[in-house]
């Protein structure tokens, strides 16, 4: 069975521009999430979706991050425009049901730096 | 507000040794889930193991054994005769189990366990 496959790896840009990372869970896993991690601290989900319905955004900075997740499958998460505090690893999970607390299957992550 | 913190930023011991990692949570509601996250170099988090608040009982599989004490709102694991290849990040992690949660997780901060041959 496939992993969950992120990409980029890393990726460096500049403060104000834009960057994109995308996501692939694990095929037939209804929910998926976007957890940040920054150096030293606990991953910090950002979104939750079931299939392609939001289920908790509650921690998203929506003035600049969006996400979606088209289709149900694949999802991207955006940053416009990026901030030095968003330099992170940025992680993306799913689960089968979303029903209930499963445990969650992770990607390796995107590592941004914010120069 | 849920909490987690694992007190022990880093920790270095020699193979063969046991250690234990400590976690300790808070939450005011009655059930929950546990959790404990393995982050390899590599990065991706690797699920351990998962507990509800009802179930006290120890575990244990292979070398790694967990200690859940509700009445110090503890969940402790331990790594018995560790190797090189548990060197990592772990992470303990606390998620409700009140209606339409299903993955939120509060992590702690981590323990980075480094074991020297």
């Known amino acids: 069975e496939a992993g969950v496959a992120q990409s980029p790896r890393y990726k460096i840009i500049e403060k104000r521009q834009s960057v994109a990372f995308w996501c692939n869970p694990i095929?037939?896993?209804?929910?998926l999430y976007w957890y940040q991690q920054i150096l030293g601290q606990g991953p910090k989900l950002l979104i939750q979706?079931?299939?392609?319905?939001?289920v908790d955004d509650s921690q998203l900075p929506k003035d600049r991050f969006s996400a979606e997740r088209l289709k149900g499958v694949d999802s991207t998460l955006k940053i416009q425009p990026a901030k030095l505090e968003d330099s992170a690893v940025y992680l993306c999970?799913?689960?089968?049901w979303g029903q209930g607390v499963e445990k969650l299957f992770f990607g390796s992550g995107t590592q941004l730096s914010v120069l | 507000a849920q909490k987690v913190t694992q007190a022990q930023t880093e920790i270095s011991v020699v193979e063969k040794e046991d250690v234990t990692l400590d976690c300790v949570y808070e939450?005011?509601?009655?059930?929950?889930?546990l959790f404990w996250y393995k982050q390899p170099p590599s990065g991706e988090l690797v699920f351990l193991i998962r507990?509800?608040?009802?179930?006290?009982q120890n575990e244990i599989s292979g070398r790694y054994s967990w200690n859940f004490q509700k009445s110090t709102s503890s969940f402790n694991f331990t790594i018995t005769a560790s190797q090189v290849v548990d060197s990592a990040v772990y992470f303990c992690a606390l998620s409700e189990a009140r209606r339409g949660n299903t993955g939120k997780l509060i992590f702690g901060q981590g323990t980075t366990l480094q074991v020297k041959p």
């Open positions: 999970a799913s689960s089968r």
């Open positions: 507990r509800n608040s009802f179930d006290e």
């Open positions: 939450t005011r509601d009655t059930t929950y889930y």
């Open positions: 095929s037939g896993h209804a929910t």
């Open positions: 979706f079931q299939n392609n319905g939001v």
